[in-house]
Every structure is written in structure tokens, then in C-alpha cells.
């Protein structure tokens, strides 16, 4: 299984940003995904993403509104469109897939397998 993440860069306040993942190996159908992010100092934590059962979409408080996430099926891609960015969304943004994890779980990096390399968004004030 492979995931590549790509479309960080440098922003200003208020403007925006859209991430891409593209996977091999894995059922994009099947498989709950997400996006994370880890600012330095800070833990991981739960961005957007997919349960295993498809189309509802999750947000953390701090960007719903203001991110939208999606998926291709076919193409196995997942995007994160990201408006009204603020200099607290600078972070590595990684996306993740898991075969197995519950909904209950969603939010939690411990419970997906599969990471890819990450991409760095740095928003400006």
C-alpha cells in the first residue's frame, strides 16, 4: 500500500489551499480515510476524513466550515480543499487509510495502517 500526499505550500491568512492523496493498494471504497495533521511540538491529530461505509464526511471543530474533503472511488484519490486558512492550520498534512477502523475510532492515528509522507502547509500572518 502506498499514499502520497501533495499541494502544501505557503500561504497567507485567509486564503486557500487544496491537498491531494494518491493511493495504490487499497479499496478507496472499503477503507476509512482521512487526512491529519502535526504541528511541531504538537501530537497528531484528526483533520477530515471517511468512514469505512463511504460518503459521510467527519471534521475536526477547528476547520468545519472552512475545509471540505473528498474522494474518487475509481481514481483512489482524496482531496482537501482548505479556505480561510489561519497561521494555527500550519502543520505536516498526511493522509491515511485503514481496512479496519470503526467509526468510534476515526479520529484516532493510532487506528490507521497506512500513512503517507506528508506535506507541509505553512500560512502566514
Do not use: H
Not at 482521512?34 to 464526511?57: D, I, L, M, N
Not at 480543499?81 to 481496512?99: F, I, Q, W
Amino acid at each position: 500500500v502506498q499514499l502520497q500526499a501533495s499541494g502544501g505550500g505557503l500561504v497567507q491568512a485567509g486564503g486557500s489551499l487544496r491537498l491531494s492523496c494518491a493511493a495504490s493498494g487499497v479499496t478507496f471504497s472499503r477503507s476509512a480515510l482521512g487526512w491529519f495533521r502535526q504541528a511541531p511540538g504538537k501530537e497528531r491529530e484528526f483533520v477530515a476524513g471517511f468512514g469505512r461505509s463511504g460518503g459521510r464526511t467527519y471534521y475536526a471543530n477547528s476547520v468545519e466550515g472552512r475545509f471540505t474533503i473528498s474522494k474518487d472511488n475509481a481514481k483512489n484519490t482524496m482531496d482537501l480543499r482548505m479556505g480561510s486558512l489561519k497561521p494555527e492550520d500550519t502543520a505536516v498534512y498526511y493522509c491515511a487509510a485503514s481496512n479496519s477502523v470503526i467509526l468510534s475510532s476515526l479520529r484516532d492515528p493510532r487506528f490507521y495502517a497506512y500513512w503517507g509522507q506528508g506535506t507541509l502547509v505553512t500560512v502566514s500572518s
